[in-house]
């Protein structure tokens, strides 16, 4: 079965410190992989995805992330962290498996917290 | 353009009663989906439509359903309601149900039953 996994609940970080949070995926074929944030008793926004070519994609809001095919990880990461940043990441894999790939629903991570203290 | 618009925002129901939210995806987007998002499961599919014809489905009950008017619009319905529905419904829309587009999320919609 195709899955996502966060392995971290909560990130702490100090603000102006690098942050990264984690992502593994477990799917068969070429993933399609998600970053979304999500502020309180908000919707979700999109950050980047990968769909193929350069590992390292660059998304919005200074986010970048780097797929690691052999790692299985797709790991968000932003060199200095504000405290606006503070917020629910979901990372998503694009499920495959039911509908020849053509379409496919998203599966979620449980998503991690990030705190970005001042 | 304007983002995805979902309402109502807020709503409140009680056991065995029925609701129905609405979603309008972006100008030009013609595929919509919907999730439930909850504290103990996290963010699970339920559907997604495209030119008026559902194309896929999660693994809720039939007491979920959903259709897709030719304008792209969309609406949900829940018929009996369970303390269990009680989450925040997120509908998201993309131009076409294919593998490399994005979906955009609106603000959702989140229904309290009691």
């Known amino acids: 079965a195709q899955s996502v996994a966060q392995p971290e609940d909560q990130v702490n970080v100090a603000e102006g410190n690098p942050l990264t949070v984690k992502c593994t995926y477990s799917?068969?074929?070429?993933?399609?992989l998600f970053w979304y944030v999500q502020y309180p008793n908000r919707g979700l926004q999109f950050l980047l995805k990968y769909i193929t070519g350069d590992n390292l994609v660059k998304g919005s809001y200074g986010f970048e992330a780097e797929f690691n095919k052999s790692q299985t990880s797709f790991h968000l990461k932003k060199p200095s962290a504000l405290v606006s940043d503070s917020a629910l990441y979901f990372c998503?894999?694009?499920?495959?498996?039911?509908?020849?790939?053509?379409?496919?629903?998203?599966?979620f991570g449980k998503g991690t917290k990030l705190s970005v203290k001042p | 353009k304007a983002g995805v618009t979902q309402t109502p925002r807020y709503l409140i129901k009680t056991r065995g009663q029925q609701v129905t939210l609405s979603c309008s995806p972006i100008s030009g987007h013609r595929s919509v989906s919907w999730y439930q998002q909850t504290p103990g499961q996290g963010l699970q599919f339920l559907f997604e439509?495209?030119?008026?014809?559902?194309?896929n489905k999660g693994n809720f009950p039939g007491r979920f359903s959903g259709r897709q008017f030719s304008n792209s619009r969309s609406e949900m319905n829940v018929s009996t309601l369970e303390l269990g529905d009680s989450a925040l419904y997120l509908c998201?829309?993309?131009?076409?149900?294919?593998?490399?587009?994005?979906?955009?999320f609106g603000p959702g919609t989140r229904l309290l039953v009691l």
């Open positions: 998503a894999v694009r499920d495959m498996t039911n509908y020849g790939g053509s379409q496919g629903n998203l599966i």
């Open positions: 799917v068969s074929g070429n993933p399609y």
């Open positions: 439509y495209f030119s008026e014809t559902q194309r």
């Open positions: 998201a829309s993309r131009t076409l149900p294919s593998r490399e587009e994005t979906q955009y």
